[in-house]
Nanobody, 126 residues
Framework: QVQLVESGGGLAQTGGSLRLSCAASGRTITRSTVGWFRQYPGKDREFVACINWSDGNTYYADSVKGRFTISRDNAKNSVDLQMNSLKPDDTCVYYC???????????????????WGQGTQVTVSS
């Protein structure tokens, strides 16, 4: 059984940094597409970034491009999201998700993922 566990959330100041980690158990994360999403209260989950094994590429939402970086840590069987230049608008619950189905390109829709973590809160103070 696959489980995803996020960690690294917390409080940061505007302009600061946080690093989120999505650790997988039950299956190696090397050949998977892993995405990060965030959800504001009362809103649908929105795409933040993904790293796609199928084509070896990373993809980002325009709102985080140039500030966030997604990467794999195969030794830890995890995918990290480095968040720099944080803004108060980044305050949200962040979720990681994974799928092992082959498919190149941006996987920006939540329905394209099969497994989800429980979420981690990120709060950016102004």
């Amino acid at each position: 059984q696959v489980q995803l566990v996020e960690s690294g959330g917390g409080l940061a100041q505007t302009g600061g940094s946080l690093r989120l980690s999505c650790a997988a158990s039950g299956r190696t994360i090397t050949r998977s597409t892993v995405g990060w999403f965030r959800q504001y209260p009362g809103k649908d989950r929105e795409f933040v970034a993904c790293i796609n094994w199928s084509d070896g590429n990373t993809y980002y939402a325009d709102s985080v491009k140039g500030r966030f970086t997604i990467s794999r840590d195969n030794a830890k069987n995890s995918v990290d999201l480095q968040m720099n230049s944080l803004k108060p608008d980044d305050t949200c619950v962040y979720y990681c998700a994974a799928t092992w189905y082959y498919g190149p390109g941006t996987k920006a829709a939540p329905r394209e993922y099969d497994y989800w973590g429980q979420g981690t809160q990120v709060t950016v103070s102004s």
